[in-house]
């Protein structure tokens, strides 16, 4: 099964109001990323996380790591339709040197 | 700064029919290098990643090799095409000495449907 799982698998709201997406991993990682993926488009990285940081901030984006409850969230604030995408974590278990990636949650924002 | 170019776009191939996929980068030297693919509507799957000229490890047994045959280029390959390869292949790359410690960076993708 996959290392990371993301929650929910789809959740749609209204621009302006504030989105989060949860995911959950099940060994202990070097750190975790969350990337954004637009439809039939590459993966772009957002941010990464480290696995002795509880909490980061990029612009509108807010990521929050409990180790101890192997979770992570994302928040993306005052949100815009162009925010509609695909969103993954990704961990980067110990001593594997590589990133295992999550299903992801499809997020859309309606105007 | 740092490129990274994937080609074909889309590919539409027989069953059978061999497979070669390109991916270089550019703007950066010993790169790490990575294939996935991504089914419809799902989450990306490892197929190799690379840490050096010649150095592949394969991810999951199936009808596809990568080569590496120079420092920024990485090539996805099948003597004969399956209906079950059809999917979005993702090239990427990183820098440093663990790909587990830094963030990758995605090519554009190809889209490969095996008819």
């Known amino acids: 099964s996959q290392q990371g799982e993301e929650d929910p698998q789809a959740l749609s709201i209204q621009e302006g109001e504030n989105a989060t997406m949860n995911c959950s991993y099940k060994?202990?990682?070097?750190?975790l990323q969350w990337y954004r993926q637009n439809s039939g488009r590459g993966l772009v990285h957002l941010i990464l996380?480290?696995?002795?940081?509880r909490e980061k901030h990029s612009g509108r984006l807010r990521v929050t790591l409990d180790t101890s409850k192997k979770s992570s969230s994302l928040l993306i604030t005052a949100s815009r339709a162009a925010d509609t995408a695909s969103y993954f974590c990704a961990t980067g278990p110990r001593n594997t040197g590589k990133l295992i990636f999550g299903q992801g949650t499809t997020l859309q924002v309606k105007p | 700064s740092q490129t990274i170019h994937q080609w074909p776009a889309t590919l539409v191939q027989p069953v059978g029919s061999p497979l070669s996929l390109e991916c270089t980068v550019e703007?950066?030297?010993?790169?790490?290098l990575y294939w996935y693919r991504q089914a419809a509507g799902r989450g990306l799957q490892l197929l190799f990643y690379s840490v050096g000229i010649g150095q592949i490890s394969s991810e999951v047994p199936q009808n596809l090799s990568a080569s590496r045959p120079q420092d920024r280029q990485f090539i996805l390959s099948s003597k004969k095409l399956l209906l079950s390869d059809s999917g979005f292949y993702l090239c990427?790359?990183?820098?440093?000495?663990?790909?587990?410690?830094?963030?990758?960076?995605f090519g554009p993708g190809t889209r490969l449907t095996v008819t």
């Open positions: 060994t202990s990682i070097n750190n």
């Open positions: 996380i480290r696995s002795n940081e």
């Open positions: 990427a790359w990183s820098a440093g000495q663990d790909g587990a410690r830094d963030e990758q960076y």
């Open positions: 703007g950066t030297s010993n790169p790490n």
